[in-house]
């Protein structure tokens, strides 16, 4: 068996002290820049690795944040492996559905802002997905293995965060603040759908304006149905007790829904209304797929907005009018919120609510 190399195997080859060497690790204190060079070799040469576990046991702190995400579903397209070693295929592809999962555009910018955060503060992010029926277990687990935890609104129960908190700080991020006085990090998603509403009645004139909404009981939508309901009544506008549509925030479901509208509107079932407003943009994109390819002018049959300000919201054709969050900066917060906790236990509860802005594009109409 080869023999790991440890910090006074170091120490010895470049003829310095263990202190030296960890300050050479660690970038902290002064070193002569040849003796530097002398550790940085002898680390080379004997292909030394610092342990984790051992600063733990010094530091009490692992150098990771955890990061808790929702089960985004179905995940066909991941359970028959690639074979290897096949031919090159050439294949006439027909299929214009897509499999991008809900959440898969926001919870990736999540991502790479928390990403970003940590690795400036030399630390790095490990990512759990709740998916049951193990998550209690998992995301236990993982709150063993970090400094910190940073949860999706909705992942988990207030009880078990509640008893994860006792051994790591907990910050929340979207939906509204917690009971549980937990750290949260969030954006003012009733205000935003409200802007929005706003703009499309007195804007564009639009009065029947129908709310499109994702997977039930979801802490955001919840929210952005609420400021739905507030524009309308301050609007005088009827005010609905539930959504018009539900989806479950992914663009394949949209389609289907789509579809529906449409068959029972050339039914003369139903009018199409003025506008959709959408819980998300890939909700609103879904849609947009399909009353393309039945020949409805978007925005002119009827208008469509979303949430959430994805880059495909951008480059489609009309442009999505959108309310955009700051989606890598939530995950950027959350970190920042989490190292305050770290550098001192004894702070309050903090409250980080990012600003959104409505981004006014075709898909609602010349402005």
Known sequence: MVKIATMRDVAVRAGVSVTTVSRVLNGTGYVKTGTRRAVEAAIADLGYLPSGSARGLVTRRTGMLGLCLPDTGPVADLRAPVRVGQRVEVVPDHDSA??????????????????????????????????????????????????????????????????????????????????????????????????????????????????????????????????????????????????????DFCRPTARRLARELIAAHRAGDRALPGALVCANDETALGFLDVFTAEGYDVPGDIALTGFDGVDAGRTCSPRLTTVEQPMADLGRLAVDVLRACLADPRLPRQERVAPVRVLLRDSCGPH
């Open 98 to 247: 897509g499999t991008v999962s809900w959440g898969g555009l926001y919870f990736g910018e999540v991502v790479r802002g928390a990403e970003y955060a940590a690795w400036q503060a030399g630390l790095a992010i490990t990512v759990a997905v709740a998916r049951p029926p193990e998550s209690d277990a998992r995301i236990r687990e993982l709150a063993g293995r970090v400094d910190g935890l940073i949860v999706v609104a909705g992942t988990q129960s207030d009880g078990l965060l509640d008893h994860l908190a006792h051994r790591v700080p907990v910050v929340l991020v979207a939906g509204p603040r917690p009971a549980g006085g937990f750290d949260h990090v969030g954006v003012d998603n009733a205000r935003g759908v409200q802007a929005l509403v706003d703009h499309l009645h007195r804007g564009h004139g639009i009065r029947d304006i129908r709310y499109v909404a994702g997977r039930p009981d979801t802490p955001d939508d919840t929210e952005r149905f609420a400021g739905f309901r507030a524009a309308l009544r301050r609007a005088g506008l009827p005010v609905p007790e539930v959504p018009a549509l539900r989806g």
